[in-house]
């Protein structure tokens, strides 16, 4: 480019050009096509020494790549500028389209700003266009614009150029040139960010896959060997709670395989009688205790804990469920309750569980019998059969409610062993009554075909003679045995309780005082029977009292009602009697 004239520019300069141009759009990195922009002047537009000048992402520009001079570029490369300086150099000296020129005449007074430089001094211009060594030419380069605006786009850096080799300041042409090449290396270097950015995007990409691989892997491998039972659900849907995977622990302990199980949700697995706590559990997630059905039939307690897998975009996203096996400490839980609710020697309920089902049965309005009141009872408690007396081999009914106030009283406080005056019914026990169907009893001593809720007050007669005559071993095997036959005698849902001692309580709802009372005549008669014990015969007899329980009575009150008819009915037969019944 030794001339200003376009028509006698040489074809070899614009060959020249041309290969600058490809060589800097064709960089691999940001870093090379800086270089090769730096080169480019050098090489292609006959200047001695050029700098790139790159904008950093907090406004300053630091020198980026420098051709030319190796003292120099060992000397300012990599060092800053701030923006205000750059500003200041930019705004000054004379307008060259968008070049800007400042003659040594002006640039004294950069000398000491902190943008970095490479300059020589030299003597004063011999003629007019001579470039003195303190001259400065800069090539702002923008961001390309919006095609039609003509506001320039945002600085990414700037071009400074220095010591044209012809010794002279570029004439039209050069000028046009070296602004053309500065917009094209402005694209290049915007082009060279975008690249290496979609390249630092996709190895980060590429990491966060890896990571997201791995940390599958690990989930796989924590569900699939994890000791208790493991499945992924749906939520949400028609599908909810459908079942999506499973791995080989639940599998086991349901003893279904794992496509089978692809076929079902929890509801379909789960107790009739859980499906209420599974549904509160899979909507809010937490923990629940309920049974799951096994292939063979069988139910399952176990332990199951949700959690709501969900991501910021697209919401709940799935149920992850931890099921773990509580069989056996549902089954040590059901001992202890037994035993705290059931005699130890016979097995049936004790006196805390009898007053629990009987002020189950209590609340404190009273109510007389009215007509149809009959039926709705039969209909509330099992329809009572034709023969109230039929017999079966059970002696205990479903288990009831806990006790109000789960204390059980003390034997020995009255002159019967039993205190009746401390167990009181409250409107806590019973909450609302929506559903309660009223205890009532038969008026009068005639049978006026109402029927109630009868209570059997049970007293062994001639007992202690037995255990004073053959040991305490043996006056247990006499109440095992009765206990044995009062269960034998009643039917499924009527209770068996032993109140403690000799005593035993029988609750048979649905009864009329006809029938009651030939339930008692059968119960005596069962007991008054030969029992064996170590080879020996023995026999004791029984005293029956029969109350009823009716709403506005307490447990007690109507348990010391019975008592106090059993005395009445132990005192009415001869003494000589009531060991044979």
């Known amino acids: 480019m030794e001339t200003d004239q376009e028509p006698y520019v040489r074809l070899a300069t614009l060959r020249q050009l041309h290969q600058v141009m490809a060589d800097m759009n064709t960089a691999r990195s940001l870093a090379d096509t800086l270089q090769t922009v730096a080169d480019g002047v050098v090489n292609g537009l006959g200047y001695e020494l050029a700098c790139v000048n790159l904008v950093r992402p907090d406004g300053d520009l630091v020198v980026a790549a420098l051709a030319g001079n190796s003292a120099a570029e060992a000397l300012i490369t990599g060092r800053v500028g701030s923006r205000d300086s750059w500003e200041r150099r930019l705004s000054m000296g004379e307008a060259w389209g968008e070049l800007v020129f400042i003659p040594h005449t002006e640039?004294?007074?950069?000398?000491?700003?902190?943008?970095?430089?490479?300059?020589?001094?030299?003597?004063?211009?011999?003629?007019?266009?001579?470039?003195?060594?303190?001259?400065?030419?800069?090539?702002?380069?923008?961001?390309?614009?919006?095609?039609?605006?003509?506001?320039?786009?945002?600085?990414?850096?700037?071009?400074?150029?220095?010591?044209?080799?012809?010794?002279?300041?570029?004439?039209?042409?050069?000028?046009?040139a070296l602004q053309m090449y500065a917009f094209q290396a402005a694209i290049a270097i915007s082009n060279a960010r975008l690249r290496a950015n979609m390249q630092r995007a996709l190895v980060r990409l590429e990491r966060e896959q890896q990571a997201l691989r791995a940390s599958e892997e690990s989930f796989r491998q924590a569900f699939?060997?994890?000791?208790?039972?493991m499945a992924i659900a749906e939520m949400g849907g028609d599908q909810h709670g459908r079942i999506l995977r499973t791995n080989d622990a639940l599998c086991r302990l349901l003893g279904r395989p794992a496509s089978a199980m692809r076929r079902y949700a929890f509801s379909d697995l789960v107790h009739p009688e859980d499906i209420g706590t599974l549904l509160r559990t899979s909507a809010e997630g937490g923990r629940a205790e309920l049974r799951l059905c096994?292939?063979?039939?069988?139910?399952?307690?176990?332990?199951?804990?949700?959690?709501?897998?969900?991501?910021?975009?697209?919401?709940?996203?799935?149920?992850?469920?931890?099921v773990e096996d509580i069989e056996e400490r549902k089954r040590r839980e059901l001992q202890l309750a037994h035993r705290a609710s059931h005699d130890s020697l016979t097995g049936l309920p004790n006196s805390a569980e009898l007053r629990s089902r009987l002020s189950a049965r209590l609340c404190p309005r009273p109510q007389s019998a009215e007509p149809g009141l009959v039926e709705s009872v039969d209909a509330a408690y099992g329809n009572a059969q034709p023969d109230p007396y039929g017999?079966?081999?059970?002696?205990?009914?479903?288990?009831?409610p806990v006790a109000a106030d789960g204390t059980v009283q003390p034997y020995g406080v009255n002159g019967h062993g039993h205190d009746f005056t401390s167990f009181r019914a409250?409107?806590?026990?019973?909450?609302?009554?929506?559903?309660?169907?009223?205890?009532?009893a038969p008026e009068g001593e005639k049978d006026d075909g109402t029927k109630g809720l009868a209570v059997l007050f049970c007293d062994l007669d001639g007992f202690k003679s037995i255990n004073d005559r053959f040991g305490h071993n043996a006056g247990d095997a006499v109440l095992i045995e009765v206990a044995r036959r009062l269960g034998r005698a009643v039917r499924d849902g009527d209770t068996v309780a032993r109140l403690g001692g000799d005593e035993f309580v029988v609750l048979a709802d649905g009864l009329g005082r006809a029938d009651?009372?030939?339930?008692?005549?059968?119960?005596?008669?069962?007991?008054?029977?030969?029992?064996?014990?170590?080879?020996?015969?023995?026999?004791?007899?029984?005293?029956?009292?029969?109350?009823?329980?009716?709403?506005?009575?307490?447990?007690?009150?109507?348990?010391?009602?019975?008592d106090e008819r059993m005395y009445v009915e132990k005192r009415s037969r001869p003494k000589q009697h009531r060991r044979a019944g």
């Open 107 to 176: 640039g004294w007074i950069l000398d000491d700003d902190d943008v970095p430089q490479w300059y020589t001094d030299g003597p004063a211009p011999r003629f007019e266009d001579e470039w003195h060594p303190s001259d400065r030419l800069f090539a702002p380069m923008f961001t390309p614009s919006v095609p039609g605006s003509s506001n320039l786009g945002e600085l990414i850096g700037v071009l400074s150029v220095d010591r044209p080799r012809n010794g002279r300041r570029p004439g039209a042409w050069g000028k046009e």
């Open 224 to 229: 699939e060997y994890a000791p208790s039972g």
């Open 294 to 322: 096994r292939r063979d039939g069988s139910y399952l307690w176990v332990s199951l804990r949700n959690s709501v897998v969900a991501d910021a975009a697209d919401g709940p996203r799935f149920l992850l469920t931890h």
């Open 391 to 400: 017999r079966n081999d059970q002696y205990t009914a479903t288990a009831a």
């Open 426 to 440: 409250t409107p806590e026990v019973y909450g609302a009554y929506d559903h309660h169907v009223h205890a009532v």
């Open 516 to 562: 009651a009372q030939d339930l008692a005549v059968r119960l005596r008669n069962e007991i008054i029977q030969p029992i064996r014990v170590d080879g020996r015969a023995m026999r004791v007899g029984a005293s029956f009292g029969i109350g009823w329980a009716q709403c506005g009575m307490t447990a007690d009150e109507v348990l010391k009602s019975a």
